[in-house]
């Protein structure tokens, strides 16, 4: 249990920040996994108190990667003059990124209670996101495959305040840009509630789940010009 005259504040944060750049002359491929868990749990009849001030309660991931390839292989044609065939060879620059996030808090068990004479806020929400980019005139594949998951669960619990705040959000942002590109994206934004009481001595009682991410594919053709073949793809 806790309890104190002012405020009190309770956070769990994760942020985890990978940044690359790269120039393969033959081959790259980048494989990125990430996972995480940014958790919050006020359990079996565990008690907060503040008796003249606030309570804030925060569980969030700002993770985020950045990768971006620039494939400077070059090509190279071989012909069989004599047969009217060619083959041709060249690099290619790969990005596959695989990001799990549970984010959350947890107030449940028998009979928790937080207790303020100022306000009472939950907040739990993802940001950051992915960013993926391949330039390449011919070859260049980014995956993003994504589980997103922000929830606050609430059950067998009393919380009072002056006013009191529950906030699940995500607003993470996902960039797959190349020549192939494929975004892969789940989760959930969740609040529940089961058996509990939320009550609010002068101001308003709020419960909100917002999912705002934003997913972005940017695929772009391929331009090989075959002067040696005596032909020309686009």
Same mark, same amino acid.
């Given at each position: 249990?806790?309890? /104190? ?75 069989? $003059? ?10 290619? /620059? ?13 107030? *449940? ?58 906030? $699940?959000? *995500? ?10 590109? *494929? ?12 058996? *509990? ?21 940017? /695929? ?10 005596? $032909?020309?793809?686009?």
């Amino acid at each position: 249990s806790i309890d /104190a005259d002012g405020n009190v504040t309770i956070a769990a944060s994760s942020n985890i920040d990978v940044a690359a750049t790269s120039q393969p002359v033959v081959a790259g491929v980048n494989v990125i996994d990430v996972a995480t868990t940014t958790q919050v749990d006020i359990q079996d009849a565990s008690e907060v108190d503040s008796d003249t001030g606030a309570i804030a309660i925060s569980a969030t991931d700002m993770s985020s990667v950045e990768i971006e390839t620039t494939d400077i292989a070059f090509v190279e044609a071989m012909v069989d $003059a004599a047969g009217g065939s060619g083959t041709l060879e060249f690099g290619f /620059a790969t990005i596959n990124t695989t990001m799990e996030r549970t984010t959350g808090i947890d107030v *449940s068990g028998a009979g928790q209670s937080l207790t303020a004479d100022g306000a009472v806020t939950l907040t739990a929400g993802n940001s950051g996101g992915i960013s993926g980019i391949v330039t390449s005139d011919y070859v260049g594949l980014v995956t993003n495959s994504v589980t997103d998951n922000v929830t606050i669960n609430i059950a067998n619990s009393t919380i009072s305040g002056d006013s009191v705040a529950v906030s $699940a959000s *995500s607003d993470a942002v996902y960039i797959a840009s190349g020549k192939y590109v *494929s975004n892969s994206i789940g989760g959930d934004v969740t609040v529940t509630m089961d058996a *509990s009481n939320l009550t609010a001595d002068d101001g308003a009682v709020s419960v909100t789940a917002s999912d705002d991410i934003e997913v972005h594919a940017n /695929a772009t053709s391929a331009s090989l010009d075959l002067g040696l073949l005596g $032909a020309s793809i686009t």
